[in-house]
Each structure stands twice: as structure tokens, then as C-alpha cells.
T-cell receptor
Framework: SQQGEEDPQALSIQEGENATMNCSYK?????LQWYRQNSGRGLVHLIL?????REKHSGRLRVTLDTSKKSSSLLITASRAADTASYFCATDEETSGSRLTFGEGTQLTVNP | DAGVTQSPTHLIKTRGQHVTLRCSPI?????VSWYQQVLGQGPQFIFQ???????GRGNFPDRFSARQFPNYSSELNVNALLLGDSALYLC????????????FGNGTRLTVT
């Protein structure tokens, strides 16, 4: 079953603009991760935020986590055409032991 | 260093047949996980193996099985294929038993006709 729900399902912006994607989940987590997938290929890990962290940065990426609302957001600043991809949040649940539970993803299109 | 490698990249099978998918993890990684990704959806967890032992199983029928070898490579087997098994099968490795983070291969695209 899918725990994470991403919002929006699809997002289209112009190069240079910022892109914000949101993720909601249902259970207690150890950490939340964001992955990127280009056109049916493998997923690439972008960033991990632990349950006791509220914000994390990596280059043009900024992730926030609100465990009280069970939600996270991924901000990509100064987007580029090469950022066009699907973005997935994935939760490492406290009781899962061994699995990541992925949302259904946000399809981001950055127009040149 | 080589990343996670999967073979074959594409496969076409007929309903009722059997399929074996293969995965080689990143050197030094002892954990391998398998995920199924149906078109338009997020990946769904199938199995995790760590140190050659099954450490987790997702909500998939017994037609799905896997194993991990002494060199930490892994196979996913699916018997009695159904049309609904058509998907991208992703293998991921990690250094420890946990999921932080996962390194994915490019997957095997399975089409069942």
C-alpha cells in the first residue's frame, strides 16, 4: 500500500522558477527520503531527513519535515530543464523493519 | 565504482511462464531489496535480503520468491506469470540492513502478454 501521497501529481514551470512538492504520510517514521526518477529508469536518492530534523539543505534542494502534521516538502530552487523528472517521497516507518514505502510521485516538467 | 546492475533490461514473457531477474549490488553492500513499479505509480516493496537472509517481505503472492548469494548478488523469481505482473522491477542495495539510503539499478522492464 502507498503511505505517501504527493501533491501535486504534476507540476509544470519555467526554467529559473522554484518548484515545491509536498508529501503526506500516515505512520510514525524513522526518516523520510526523496528520490528522483528519469523516464522509467532507476531512482536516484536526493536527500534524507530524520524524524528529529525539521529542515535540511543540499545544493538547490531544501526539504522540510513536520512530524506533527505528518508532512514533508521538497523545494527545488532555480530550476533547470534537466530537473524534469518524477519525484517520490519514501518513508522508513518505525515498524517496517526493512522497507521503504513510496508515494505515487510528482511529475515535474521544467520548460526551457 | 560500478553501481547496481540488473539483467536483463527488458523481457517479454507469456502468461503462465516463469521469469528470473538478476541483480548485482554495489561492491561492499550486503543488503538487496526488490521493488515493483507499475506504470504511473510509485515502487512497491517486494523483498529485502541482508547477509543472505530474508529480512522483509511485502504483500505479494507466493509466486514471487527471491534469494541472495554468498557474493550478495540476488535473484527474483516469479512463477505462473499474470498480465498484471507487467512492470518495472527495481533492485536496490544499501550498505547496512536499514534503508538509508537505497541505491537503485535501472530496472528490468517485464512485459507479460
Amino acid at each position: 500500500s502507498q503511505q505517501g501521497e504527493e501533491d501535486p501529481q504534476a507540476l509544470s514551470i519555467q526554467e529559473g522558477e522554484n518548484a515545491t512538492m509536498n508529501c503526506s504520510y500516515k505512520t510514525s517514521i524513522n526518516n523520510l527520503q526523496w528520490y528522483r526518477q528519469n523516464s522509467g529508469r532507476g531512482l536516484v536518492h536526493l536527500i534524507l531527513i530524520r524524524s528529529n530534523e525539521r529542515e535540511k539543505h543540499s545544493g538547490r534542494l531544501r526539504v522540510t519535515l513536520d512530524t506533527s502534521k505528518k508532512s514533508s516538502s521538497l523545494l527545488i530552487t532555480a530550476s533547470r530543464a534537466a530537473d524534469t523528472a518524477s519525484y517520490f517521497c519514501a518513508t522508513d516507518e518505525e515498524t517496517s523493519g526493512s522497507r521503504l514505502t513510496f508515494g505515487e510521485g510528482t511529475q515535474l516538467t521544467v520548460n526551457p | 565504482d560500478a553501481g547496481v546492475t540488473q539483467s536483463p533490461t527488458h523481457l517479454i514473457k507469456t502468461r503462465g511462464q516463469h521469469v528470473t531477474l538478476r541483480c548485482s549490488p554495489i561492491s561492499g553492500h550486503k543488503s538487496v531489496s526488490w521493488y515493483q513499479q507499475v506504470l504511473g505509480q510509485g515502487p512497491q516493496f517486494i523483498f529485502q535480503y541482508y547477509e543472505k537472509e530474508e529480512r522483509g517481505r511485502g504483500n505479494f503472492p507466493d509466486r514471487f520468491s527471491a534469494r541472495q548469494f554468498p557474493n550478495y548478488s540476488s535473484e527474483l523469481n516469479v512463477n505462473a506469470l499474470l498480465l498484471g505482473d507487467s512492470a518495472l522491477y527495481l533492485c536496490a542495495s544499501s550498505a547496512g540492513q536499514g534503508n538509508s539510503p537505497l541505491h537503485f539499478g535501472n530496472g528490468t522492464r517485464l512485459t507479460v502478454t
